[in-house]
């Protein structure tokens, strides 16, 4: 008798709790839909102002400022989890080498970022599925920038089973066709981006993007569309989105004394040669990612000596050759980030020297189908250096970010990706004070004014940033969410 009473309770519960399930499902859906009839504000790998991009944390300051959704990018790990993680190399933003489908996602998950940000130690790498729960919970929508054709199939169903068609208003075509030709599926067109020269602080620029045809506005910080918008900017939390320290980093597979690391990066006979076979390219890969984690071992160990800083810099000079990008220079930077962290007295002038390099010998690695200068193919260390430089103060760095600022578009494509952004944020890292911000917000670069603006706003309770904003972009002050 009892054992049929707790059934008819269990029913009975069951019967209840369902009505309360498709209520707050019906005001999910209701509430996307309200989403989908104003202008659309998307974050581009959601508000990394405020939080490393592609995070659980970046993607809810997005929504929390009041933006209605995110572009995610989305990969897979060897063993099968969807992740949102954009770069097809790790090492640029991970401690760590190749792609995300070398690892299993354990593996993955115990790689620390470079730079975390505000969240330090909870920074971390979300899966889909978070993301997506995420976005569920806040009525978010959802651009999928799908990294490869093959994970279609599995992005749909998790889609399905989490009840999500609604949230998802755009996708790439290139790897995505099944989603793009789903029955179920309803995209929204943009207006257009304003994040690729920072003119989403730009009042005019998003007075001209909201007069356009479309739906929806791409932006990496939300805050100047939605001001221009009439919306009130959300209070943002402190807290992680899931408190759960990152795991604690794998034991070095890289178990050498000093001595031994420093031959790895000295056996360098090959390092100007251009391996043809696939067998040759395989093998000359590897030696290149040896020599990489021996420079990122002496990082981590932070070990010095003049032998070592020798070696370094004989890796940036004579960085490894090779016809795949994944690899080309992957040494010399790894070697690069190990100078800048033993306070090498050297690293300003080699910053400067591979800032401008265009050697001869890169020609050998250029592939003619990406259509750009030489210089190019030393984009591993040029990409870097002025994220590295902001921690050595002095005059001869502050020169060096003047010195690039002043090159034309032309003169920077010769030598490289254009980098002024970085170089402005780099020199008001290196000089926080009212007049170099003042300086940069008059600069003729739209890119180079937009950081300054977002460096200021990050920085607004110094004297010198809120100073620098009222005397010339007063307007950005109205971006300053509350407290």
Known sequence: MIHCLSILILIATSAAAQPANDNADAARHA???ARRKGVAVICHRGASEFAHENTLEAYRAALELGADGSEIDIRRTRDGVLVCFHDDMLDQLLDAFGDVADYDWAELKAFS???????????????????FELHKRAAGLVHLDVKRPELEPAIIALVERMDLWDHVVAVNHETAPGILNHPRYRGLRYKGSL????????????????????EMVIVDDPRGVLVALGRKLGRLSKEPVAPVKQ??????RTDYSEAGLLKILLDDADWDSIPQS???????AETIRRRSRAAEEIRLRKLSSAAIEAALVRRVTNRSLHPEWMYNGLDAASALRALAEIRSPQFVGLARECLWRDDPAGAAVLDPAFEVPRSWTDFRTKGIVFGLLESFSGEASQQLCRDYLQLSDDESRRIGSPLFEPAAQALLALSPEESTAVELLQHGRGDVRGR?????????????????LQRAAPHALKYVPPE
């Open 452 to 468: 300054a603006i977002l460096t200021c706003l990050a920085q607004i309770d110094s004297p010198w940033a809120r100073a620098a």
């Open 195 to 214: 994040y690729a020269d920072r003119l989403e602080v730009d009042a005019a620029s998003i007075a001209a993007m909201l007069e356009k045809p479309g």
């Open 278 to 284: 696939p067998a040759e390219r395989k093998a000359k």
């Open 247 to 252: 795991p604690a980093r794998a034991a070095s």
């Open 113 to 131: 970022f470079r730079k975390p940000g505000a969240f330090g130690e909870f920074c971390r790498i979300p899966t889909l599925e978070d993301v």
């Open 31 to 33: 509430r996307v839909a």
